[in-house]
């Protein structure tokens, strides 16, 4: 089973985040084999973190709960806030097969947070551009909550843009970069 894993950091917490960088980087090693995806979001200058996304193949939800609760800067007090939802990897592959590769051009998480009506269930065009893409389920795995995407573009706007407006109740797009211990 596929979950989709955002931790957001809570005002003031970048040197709590820092002191634990390695504790969080042992913790994510432990899931290496299990992930998809990984990285922090950052402010719009692209300079300090905001959150980290996580989004890994777990065997049901209560480790995916584990995962996320028991993680380090989690249980430190660093994080204000978890959004944890069963994911559904649309491209079937991970951002190590992303044919961009790690750097160039600007990457994005784009949120599409939505009920009702499912939308969004098919890969846009552009698969090239798309580091991962899938929906945001219910615990059941069927029912729709939204989409959550990692994308390069241009810029904000033309992220969101892979996402079919006034369908969603809220769409986030936050800087986003790959992650994992520095090479």
Do not use: K
């Amino acid at each position: 089973m596929e979950f989709f894993c955002y931790h957001r950091d809570r005002p003031g917490s970048m040197a709590l985040r820092q002191q634990l960088l390695e504790e969080h980087w042992s913790y994510m090693d432990r899931y290496a084999a299990e992930m998809i995806a990984r990285g922090p979001t950052l402010t719009e200058d692209g300079d300090l973190p905001t959150g980290s996304v996580h989004i890994l193949d777990l065997p049901d939800p209560a480790a995916a709960r584990a995962f996320a609760f028991d993680e380090p800067t989690y249980q430190a007090g660093a994080y204000r806030d978890v959004l944890l939802r069963r994911w559904r990897n649309l491209l079937g592959r991970t951002m190590w097969d992303f044919p961009g590769g790690r750097t160039g051009g600007n990457r994005y998480l784009v949120l599409g947070l939505g009920t009702g009506q499912a939308v969004d269930l098919d890969v846009p065009p552009d698969r090239d551009e798309l580091i991962a893409y899938g929906p945001l389920l219910a615990d059941d795995g069927t029912t729709w909550l939204g989409t959550a995407a990692l994308v390069r573009a241009s810029d904000p706007d033309q992220a969101r843009a892979i996402l079919t407006p006034d369908r969603y109740a809220d769409i986030e797009v936050h800087n986003w970069q790959f992650g994992g211990r520095p090479s």
